[in-house]
């Protein structure tokens, strides 16, 4: 059984900076694209950051790109997600994701999605 639990989130201030961690249990993400999302208060989820499963191909959203940072290390099953400048419209529950195939190119539409944890809270103060 697949397992994927996201860490790291908090309360922080506009500015500040948090690293969020995904660990997967159960699956080997060798070969698995990995996605962040987010969902805010009273709005739909959506796409943050992804990345390929080899680390060689990143995509952002227009309100990641300059401040937020994808990576993974594979032999640990983790994915970061390193966010600076943090802003008081960042505030969500950032969720974590994973496919279960290979994807030539990191997947920006949560149906890509097979595997999603269940999400931490990050909540930025202006």
């Known amino acids: 059984q697949v397992q994927v639990a996201e860490s790291g989130g908090g309360l922080v201030q506009a500015g500040d900076s948090l690293r969020l961690s995904c660990v997967v249990s159960g699956r080997t993400i060798t070969t698995s694209a990995m996605g962040w999302f987010r969902r805010a208060p009273g709005k739909e989820r959506e796409f943050v950051a992804a990345i390929t499963w080899s680390g060689s191909s990143t995509t952002y959203a227009d309100s990641a790109k300059g401040r937020f940072t994808i990576s993974r290390d594979s032999a640990k099953n983790t994915v970061y997600l390193q966010m600076n400048s943090l802003k008081p419209e960042d505030t969500a529950i950032y969720y974590c994701?994973?496919?279960?195939?290979?994807?030539?190119?990191?997947?920006?539409?949560?149906?890509?999605?097979?595997?999603w944890g269940q999400g931490t809270q990050v909540t930025v103060s202006s």
């Open positions: 994701a994973l496919t279960r195939r290979f994807q030539p190119r990191a997947p920006i539409s949560s149906r890509d999605y097979d595997f």
